[in-house]
C-alpha cells in the first residue's frame, strides 16, 4: 500500500533534516526532489542543454560531488523554470511517490502539482535570514560570507514562487510547520504527530 508525504518549502528551511528523519521513523523511502533540479544544473554548467540533461538524466548523475555547492544550486533554480525540464522529471517522482511501504517527497511542488493526492502535505517554512544563517553553516568550509548566502537565497526563493511553471507556494491543504524559533527536534516531532494523526484516520 502506498502512502505519501509531500513536504515542500524554500531553501534551507529545514525539508531535508525533517524528510530524512521521518522516513527513518516511519520507514518510508525518501526522494529529495532537489537534486534531480541540482544535476540538471550542473549537467547545464558542463554545457549540455537542460532539457536534453534532464531526459537523459541517470543515478549516476545524483551522485556528483559538486551537487550540494551554491553555484549548483543557483543553476538548478534557473532550470527548474524550464517547463521542459519539470515535465522530464514527473514520471520518476511519481513512481516513487507510489511505492509501496510508504514515501517521503521533499521540494517545491510535491504536494500542488506533483502528488496533489498525497496523504500529508506539510509546507516548511523557516525566516531568509535563519535559513541563511544555517545553510551558511552548512558550507562553512567553503570561504563563502553569510551575507553572499543571504542574497543567494533570497535571489533563489524569488525565481522559485515568481515562476510561471509550478511556483513554490503551499498546497491549500498543507500544514505549516514555521522552523525558525524550533530546534530540529521540535521540528521533526511536529511532522511526525502531523503524520500520525492522518494515519489514525
Ligand atoms: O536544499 P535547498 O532547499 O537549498 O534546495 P533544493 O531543495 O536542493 O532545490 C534546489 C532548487 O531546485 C530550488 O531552488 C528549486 O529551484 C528547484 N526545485 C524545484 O523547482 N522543484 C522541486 N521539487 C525541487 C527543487
Do not use: W
Not at 115 to 140: D, I
Amino acid at each position: 500500500m502506498s502512502f505519501t508525504v509531500a513536504i515542500d518549502g524554500p531553501a534551507a528551511a529545514g525539508k531535508g533534516t525533517i524528510s530524512k528523519a521521518v522516513a527513518r521513523h516511519f520507514n518510508f523511502g525518501h526522494l529529495d526532489t532537489g537534486l534531480l533540479y541540482r544535476a540538471v544544473g550542473a549537467r547545464m554548467l558542463d554545457g549540455v542543454e537542460p532539457v536534453a540533461a534532464a531526459k537523459a538524466l541517470d543515478a549516476r548523475d545524483l551522485d556528483r560531488t559538486d551537487l550540494r555547492s551554491a553555484e549548483v544550486a543557483q543553476a538548478a533554480s534557473k532550470v527548474a523554470v524550464i517547463a521542459e525540464v519539470r515535465a522530464a522529471l514527473v514520471d520518476f517522482q511519481r513512481a516513487f511517490a507510489r511505492r509501496s511501504g510508504g514515501a517521503v517527497l521533499d521540494g517545491r511542488d510535491i504536494g500542488t502539482v506533483i502528488c496533489p493526492e498525497a496523504e500529508v502535505k506539510l509546507f516548511v517554512t523557516a525566516s531568509a535570514e535563519v535559513r541563511a544563517q544555517r545553510r551558511f553553516l552548512e558550507l562553512a568550509d567553503s570561504g563563502t560570507t553569510y551575507e553572499a548566502v543571504l542574497a543567494d537565497v533570497r535571489a533563489r526563493d524569488e525565481r522559485d514562487m515568481t515562476r510561471a511553471e509550478a511556483p513554490l507556494k503551499p498546497a491549500d491543504d498543507a500544514v505549516t510547520i514555521d522552523t525558525s524559533a524550533l530546534s530540529i527536534e521540535e521540528a521533526v516531532a511536529q511532522a511526525i504527530a502531523v503524520i500520525e494523526a492522518r494515519q489514525q484516520g
